[in-house]
């Protein structure tokens, strides 16, 4: 296990400055929309809290951690707030790997095209897409996550955004739940799954869904998910630990342990093989880490884009 | 010898939801828990119970095992939200940290 106040102060002190919690540069970080076309305007936004792009750099730098998790070198860890930022940002792009920036910007570009083959009206402007802050919240860093917040939520006010359309669970929860509580400022929060409306086609199979807690418990919304794909002629094999009774991948105790979050992956994937169907995951945290954990699981997305005309 | 102090149920209020003292310690949040050891939550809302403010401070870092998944609060048959009370404790850690 890792120093929790070495590994909060360093995400802090990122978030603070670079506003994400890897320190990473935002040009370099979020640019799968170049490849997407979608419009700017509009009052209602995609917005994306910049999960899926964050994913990559998330799996990179747990390949490290779980190098010396409980050696003497861990140690070292708390000097990582001097590392000069640009540093850092070159870092992580190295021992990132491409492929996975292209697997988790297609998932982004696939939302894109099951929102517009819905017929769903929306923008996207990258300079307003921001990280949400949530693993501050989850840390326990309030005031921080606080700060964070505020600066997002203001930002989107000031350019007269009333509606987003969130992509993950993470994103959903802070900005549906933890903005209005702790900024006073509202939104109208969609996930895109649930503006998601598209034609039945020859596609037929069977899979077993892996609710994330955040979807499940949290914000109650495991049925969209599991009617949208029903409706679409796609079987959803059921599992006792599923909706508000689901159970957690692992994938947030990464930065801590990862050895803890590897036994509960184990566990969790586990209990999803036994149905012997395909996985699904809408998740990207859930996604990466039981990919990591020894399972095969596709994105939501990449079922649903299936149907796209 | 660990000292106790009484008012810490009333001081972390200050930190998150007001559930603790509700608890009676059944252990449905431990069974149902991912980490499944050392009774973790209930040791802890036990130690907020009796007022152990020290016993908690001096094994903070365990509180960060913690997933935030929130299956002891959906199960928890008091509703003394375990999963709260956990990121409480949390914000007062974090909070005594960065006032020492």
């Known amino acids: 296990m890792f120093t929790p106040r070495t590994i909060m102060e360093l995400l802090a002190d990122n978030v603070r400055k670079t506003r994400n919690p890897f320190g990473l540069n935002k040009a370099g970080l979020n ?67 491409r492929d996975d920036r292209s697997e988790f910007n297609t998932i982004l570009c696939n939302i894109v095209k099951i929102l517009q083959s819905s017929g769903v009206s929306f923008g996207y402007h990258p300079e307003l897409d921001e990280y949400s802050g949530v693993l501050l919240y989850d840390m326990g860093d309030q005031e921080n ?18 509606k987003l359309i969130t992509v993950d669970p993470h994103t959903t929860y802070a900005l549906k739940v933890l903005y209005p509580k702790y900024t006073g400022i509202s939104f109208e929060v969609q996930t895109y799954f649930e ?3 598209l034609h039945s086609g020859d596609v037929s199979s ?16 495991a049925d969209v998910p599991h009617d949208l794909l029903s409706g679409l002629g796609v079987h959803c094999e059921p599992i006792n630990t599923s909706g508000a009774f689901t159970t957690c991948c692992g994938g947030p105790a990464e930065s801590i342990s990862p ?3 590897e036994e509960v992956g184990r566990r969790r994937v586990a209990e999803l093989q036994a149905t012997g169907r395909p996985i699904v995951a809408m998740c990207p945290i859930c996604l990466a880490h039981l990919q990591k954990s020894g399972a095969q699981v596709e994105d939501l997305s990449s079922i649903l884009v299936q149907f796209v005309a | 010898m660990t000292k106790i102090t009484p008012d810490f149920a009333e001081e972390l209020k200050k930190y998150g939801d007001d559930t603790a003292l ?25 130690y907020i119970q009796i007022g152990a403010r020290d016993r908690i401070l001096e094994h903070a870092d365990e509180l960060w095992k913690c997933l935030h998944c929130g299956l002891c609060t959906q199960t928890c048959p008091r509703e003394a939200d375990p ?18």
């Open chain 1, 259 to 261: 050895r803890l979050a």
């Open chain 1, 195 to 197: 503006l998601t409306s």
């Open chain 2, 83 to 100: 999963g709260e009370v956990i990121l409480s404790l949390k914000r007062l850690t974090v909070a005594t940290w960065r006032n020492s």
């Open chain 1, 206 to 221: 069977e899979v077993t869904l892996h609710d994330p807690c955040f979807y499940g418990r949290y914000l109650a919304l």
């Open chain 1, 145 to 162: 996550f606080v700060e964070h917040a505020r600066y997002v939520a203001e930002k989107l006010q000031a350019a007269g955004i009333r």
């Open chain 2, 22 to 46: 509700i608890c009676f310690n059944c252990g449905t949040c431990v069974a149902v828990c991912p980490l499944i050891s050392e009774s973790f939550p209930r040791r802890l809302i036990r």
């Open chain 1, 31 to 97: 640019s799968w929309w170049k490849d997407s076309p979608v419009n700017q305007d509009g009052e209602t936004l995609l917005f994306t809290g910049l999960m899926y792009q964050l994913v990559p750099y998330i799996k990179a730098a747990t390949r490290y951690l779980e190098k010396y998790e409980d050696t003497p070198a861990a140690d070292y860890l708390r000097y990582g707030k001097f590392i000069p930022k640009p540093l850092v940002n070159l870092g992580l792009k190295g021992i990132s790997s």
